[in-house]
């Protein structure tokens, strides 16, 4: 049986919401119950964050969650992943599977979400339903498109596949998915996708993975309806409260 290692990615600070790993949830900071939700899994060997924020740290060491700081010239979360499992190897601490999950995502069920048959690809990413017209349209929400196979075609900002205008019109509403920020990697792969270097349509889109697509690399989706917020904006925290009251 293959062995499992999660990474929470934290970057420092962001701009759209300063310090939002270390907001409030209900007396807990959101790290505390993204790490919670995640360790609820009972196949990890380990589940460590990784950031290069002093912060986070801080905020880690207090509650026993396992730390490793990390470069902060480290473009986006992958590459911060990718230097963990360097760190990991060489104390020989590494797994067979590595499961990076954004620090900003709170997703209350990730257990059920990793139940799948998670071992035969090398780069899984998951991805769900768009439900409303306004994460159509927000750029901090990841859409995808993909083939009938299930690999990745194009990750976006933008409100894809292009539908015309007949949602501003109010008579129907398209289909779109948003990719979540769970994906599922081999040591190797995330090496090699930290070897290739920032790619032009990543930089374009703010996109890790696009520099895959770009180096004709294969993404596989792997559909979930489980419930998921991404924390961007201080608005989404209070989705967050509301999901974690419920």
């Not at 998951?126 to 306004?134: A, H, P, R, S």
């Not at 976006?156 to 599922?184: C, D, K, L, Q, W």
């Not at 040591?187 to 090699?192: A, C, E, T, W």
Request: hydrophobic share 35%; charged share 25%; aromatic share 12%.
């Amino acid at each position: 049986m293959d062995s499992y290692i999660g990474i929470i990615t934290v970057r420092k600070e962001c701009e759209r919401f300063p310090f939002r790993s270390l907001c409030d949830i209900m007396g807990k900071s959101l790290i505390r119950e993204v790490y919670s939700a995640t360790n609820n899994w009972d196949k990890w060997k380990k589940v460590y964050v990784a950031t290069d924020d002093d912060g986070v740290n801080e905020e880690c060491k207090k509650n026993n969650i396992p730390c490793i700081m990390t470069s902060e010239y480290n473009y986006d979360a992958l590459d911060r992943a990718s230097e963990v499992v360097n760190n990991l190897e060489l104390e020989h601490k590494d797994a067979d599977r590595y499961v990076i999950i954004h620090g900003n995502e709170f997703i209350p069920d990730i257990g059920k979400i990793l139940d799948t048959d998670i071992n035969f690809l090398s780069i899984i990413n998951f991805y769900t339903e768009i439900e409303n017209i306004y994460d159509m349209y927000n750029p901090n929400i990841i859409k995808v498109i993909f083939s009938k196979n299930k690999k990745a075609l194009y990750f976006s900002r933008y409100a894809i596949p292009y539908h015309g205008n007949e949602v501003f019109m109010g008579n129907t509403i398209p289909i779109m998915y948003r990719s979540i920020g769970i994906y599922v990697f081999t040591g190797h792969m995330l090496k090699v996708y930290n070897k290739l270097g920032s790619s032009s349509l990543e930089q374009h889109e703010g996109i890790g993975n696009n520099r895959l697509i770009e180096n004709d690399i294969d993404i596989y989706m792997k559909y979930t309806n489980s419930k998921c917020i991404c924390v961007n904006m201080p608005t989404d925290r209070d989705k967050v409260i509301s999901l974690v009251k419920k």
